[in-house]
């Protein structure tokens, strides 16, 4: 094991070796860096020239430069020694220091919609999977391909048109005409008789009683100004935390388990005296103490299961943990749209808070809450441009896997031993299903840091792609080589992990030593 | 699926292969292909667009029918709002309309499709052609050649593809002071890129060859090819290479329908096609700002690199289902219905006749 890896991460250091040299050659060979100065008529025209071919010296040839460069990206490697040098950009500022920031940016970019499009599309996969060849499948399948087909620019100017300026516009008079609500009403109601298995009659049943309260909550919505004053309030987390409970219990215990369902249960009555307690704390709140929250919200519901006991205590502390987690989300959920009032009538945003460019509003001041939701209203919709296009690979992906596995002997074998349905696909075929999609998801982060470019490039989020494109526009190899080095090395340091995992996750697989 | 209709009820939701009896495997796929509802419409609405790129504004000098060339400036016709309608159904002077100067938008969009299929195309080709050969040679001999070809792959593999662009576009753009290659770029601006791209995106067919090769030569008719003297150019022609083909067209239109994307991309970050000539992807990035004032100008080149993509990617859906060996796939809505009274189903015996 130990010389595989060894052996990976040597053959890695001398890939990359190699393909840096070509990457610097290509960049210094890809233009000529003085053309700017070339056509100007500035009369400190040989100047300017000359101070830039001194700041990238133009005077050496490229490989001598390279190796230059590689001397001081050398001292990298040597720990705690805080002399990192990979050289300045062309206004002189040191890539180190453009990176780390390019990195923030690209980073809470990319992280959230990633996660999500790797739940959703799992999620998806699933589903279609069990229920191959039903209309729901067929619609997945089509929507699938032609998010894959979708050019992301194309997209994201639709999103700006739609998804901000529209809405944007309908935040000024939030009013839904009545045949709007029974419209969007009835999508919701289609959809649901879609997703839901069974006869006929079941599921226009339920899409009817989905149609109706989709419509109803929408007029209500707009009688009171809901977009305007958004919040939950303690009766819709109550309600809903009582349907997450059940949900939870269902999918990771089975309702069977009394005291898993229990454990739940009781993690949600806490969480709503919680709500009122915990509300003057709320308004100090910084980063940190969301994130400790969150952890006390787990182990909350870890104690709760524990007290519960039962046969299989297990199952009762996952049950709670996960219910108390979730409930403890719409309780900031809550607090957020209390928030939003003041946000949306921030002299800086001035009522239109669904952004097309950027990554905050410039000089936006306010607390947590209202910073938070500057950041959020930033991120959406390339988030949403993002899920898209990556969504239809999980989904596919998660499919086909799911199918083969729900094939297996064993599962057949699971089934004939009397397991119910939900044990069978939970505990037997979704595990299993999970090892090759693990691999992807592996491979997919380490692709994630370089691979927004162009989401980059449309909302004008100056992250690890803008500095490459930038980088290559000036024939700056500086910046260039820094995005290369950061984006490799994790690409092939995922690419190991995924190997790892790979034969972790499924004993039948063994790396070669 | 279509196929299924008529055949008898299977046992526990596996779906009975498809009566291969006295068929040869080119006939098989043929059949699984046709009988794809999605590939079907996706080649039909393939060849639509194909024909009516190549034959609308002509190609390579060749004259089409379409009375604008996607370069002709003509005057305004009602602020070069699109002509076409469905109701009544009418194509007009201008049916996708004009930009801001009088531009045919139809003339352009066409050429911009065309733009896209040859890059398509030089892709597939070149990209399958070396991603054969690389992923052949290092799974078939193993060994030093396999440590190189698959080193060499991992270097291309990391170098971004966007830089390798921009060096091209470059070589391109400098038309005074060049060789043979900016001149020749410089006229055949796509058909340099699609090379180019080619050249940089056969290594993940590559890397699926060599898995293929790898095991293929391990099986007994390639070890019984080898035993009868068979050379190692008749054994990976003759022998594997006809077993791992399903597996190469079924990527290849996969790498191809990427491609237009890439394409398209590129030619919006500014360092594909170039203006004069025209791209689907430069269109949108030049009209997007005039979505508000001229939304045509925006819709129709996206929709139509939608509908290509969209086509080549059922194409490919159609062609892995036909080539995919294990056609026995888990049914859930079969399995729960399983359950009244079996019928008596064909059992295939070892040599493949049926027996009931």
Same mark, same amino acid.
């Given at each position: 094991m130990v010389t595989y890896i060894v052996r990976r991460l040597i053959t890695a250091a001398l890939i990359l070796l190699g393909a840096s040299f070509l990457v610097y050659l290509l960049t210094a060979a890809s233009g000529d860096p003085l053309e700017e100065f070339r056509a100007s008529s500035a009369p400190n025209k040989q100047q300017l020239m000359d101070a830039r071919t001194e700041l990238l010296q133009l005077d050496t040839p490229a490989p001598i430069r390279y190796f230059h460069w590689l001397g001081g990206a050398a001292q990298c490697l040597i720990p705690f020694a805080n002399s990192c040098d990979l050289g300045k950009n062309i206004a002189g500022q040191p890539i180190t220091d453009a990176l780390g920031h390019a990195l923030i940016q690209t980073l809470t970019l990319v992280t959230g919609a990633t996660v999500l499009a790797i739940l959703i599309g799992i999620t998806l996969g699933i589903i279609t999977a069990l229920r191959q060849y039903s209309t729901l499948d067929y619609g997945v399948t089509f929507m699938a391909f032609l998010f894959f087909s979708l050019p992301i620019f194309w997209v994201a100017v639709l999103l700006k048109e739609f998804g901000a300026i529209g809405f944007n516009n309908f935040l000024r008079n939030p009013e839904i005409p009545i045949a709007a609500a029974l419209a969007i009403g009835a999508v919701f109601g289609v959809l649901a008789a879609v997703t839901v298995g069974g006869e006929m009659k079941r599921r226009l049943l339920l899409g009817g009683v989905v149609f109706m309260f989709a419509a109803a909550v929408l007029m209500y919505f707009s009688a009171t100004e809901w977009f305007k004053n958004p919040g939950l309030g303690p009766l819709v987390i109550a309600i809903a935390g009582v349907g997450i409970a059940f949900a939870v219990t269902l999918l990771s215990a089975g309702l069977k388990n009394r005291k898993a369902l229990q454990s739940a249960l009781i993690a949600v009555g806490v969480g709503l005296v919680v709500y009122f307690v915990i509300q003057p704390l709320l308004d100090q709140a910084t980063f940190l103490m969301i994130v400790l929250l969150a952890i006390a919200a787990v182990l909350v519901g870890m104690g709760i299961g524990y007290l519960m006991g039962g046969y299989d205590r297990g199952q009762s502390m996952r049950a709670a943990a996960i219910t108390s987690f979730l409930v403890g989300f719409l309780i900031l959920l809550d607090r957020f749209m209390q928030a939003w009032p003041a946000y949306f009538n921030n002299s800086r945003v001035r009522g239109r808070p669904i952004a097309t460019i950027g990554a905050s509003t410039p000089n936006i001041e306010g607390d947590f809450w209202t910073l938070s939701l500057d950041s959020f209203t930033h991120l959406i919709l390339p988030t949403i441009a993002l899920i898209l296009i990556s969504l239809a690979g999980y989904t596919r992906f998660t499919r086909a896997s799911m199918l083969e596995i729900m094939n297996m002997d064993y599962i057949r074998t699971a089934r004939a031993k009397g397991l119910s349905e939900r044990t069978v696909v939970m505990r037997h075929a979704f595990r299993n299903a999970l090892i090759p999609i693990a691999t992807i998801v592996a491979f997919d982060i380490g692709a994630l840091i370089g691979g927004a470019v162009i989401t980059e490039t449309v909302f004008s989020v100056r992250g690890m792609g803008f500095l490459f494109l930038d980088g290559i526009m000036h024939v700056d190899p500086n910046p260039v080589m820094g995005v290369f080095l950061c984006v490799a090395i994790t690409a092939m340091g995922f690419n190991l992990i995924a190997d790892l995992a790979y034969s972790a996750l499924d004993p039948r697989v063994r790396v070669k030593a | 699926m279509a196929e299924d209709a008529g055949l008898p009820q299977s046992a526990a939701g596996i779906e009975p292969v498809l009566d291969a009896k006295g068929l040869s495997q080119g006939q098989i796929v043929r059949k699984r292909f046709l009988g794809h509802t999605g590939a079907i419409i996706g080649l039909v609405a393939f060849s639509i667009i194909f024909v009516m790129a190549f034959t609308s504004v002509g190609y390579w000098g060749i004259p089409? %029918? %379409?009375?604008?060339?996607?370069?002709e400036v003509t005057p305004l016709v009602n602020d070069g709002v699109p002509t076409a309608s469905l109701w009544p159904l009418a194509w007009g002077e201008h049916p996708f309309g004009q930009d801001r100067i009088g531009r045919d938008l139809f003339a352009m969009t066409m050429r911009g499709a065309q733009q896209s299929i040859t890059v398509m195309v030089v892709i597939g080709l070149i990209a399958g052609f070396i991603g054969v050969v690389v992923g052949a040679l290092s799974g078939y001999f193993r060994g030093w050649t396999e440590a190189v070809l698959m080193r060499l792959t991992d270097v291309i593999i990391i170098i971004p593809g966007l830089l390798l662009a921009a060096v091209m576009a470059q070589m391109a753009g400098r038309r005074d002071s060049g060789g043979w290659f900016s001149s020749f770029a410089s006229n055949n601006g796509v058909l340099a890129l699609g090379i180019f791209l080619g050249l940089i995106t056969w290594v993940g067919l590559a890397r699926l060859m060599r898995g293929e090769f790898l095991s293929l030569r391990e099986r007994e008719f390639v070890d019984a090819a080898r035993i009868s003297g068979a050379s190692n150019a008749r054994i990976i022609f003759k022998h594997i290479l006809p077993n791992a083909v399903g597996v190469l067209i079924v990527n290849i239109t996969l790498t191809m329908s990427a491609a237009i994307l890439t394409e398209t991309a590129l030619s919006y970050l500014g360092v594909g096609v170039k203006a004069p000539d025209t791209s689907l992807g430069l269109l949108i990035s030049q009209n997007q700002e005039a979505f508000a004032t001229r939304p045509w100008l925006f819709w129709y080149p996206g929709l139509f690199i939608v509908l290509i993509c969209l086509s080549i990617n059922f194409i490919g859906d159609g062609l892995r289902d036909a080539f995919d060996p294990r056609q026995k796939k888990f049914n859930a809505k079969k399995a729960k219905d399983a359950g009244h009274p079996l019928e008596p189903t064909p059992v295939t015996a070892f040599d493949g006749t049926k027996d009931h």
């Open positions: - | 089409g %029918w %379409w009375k604008y060339s996607h370069d």
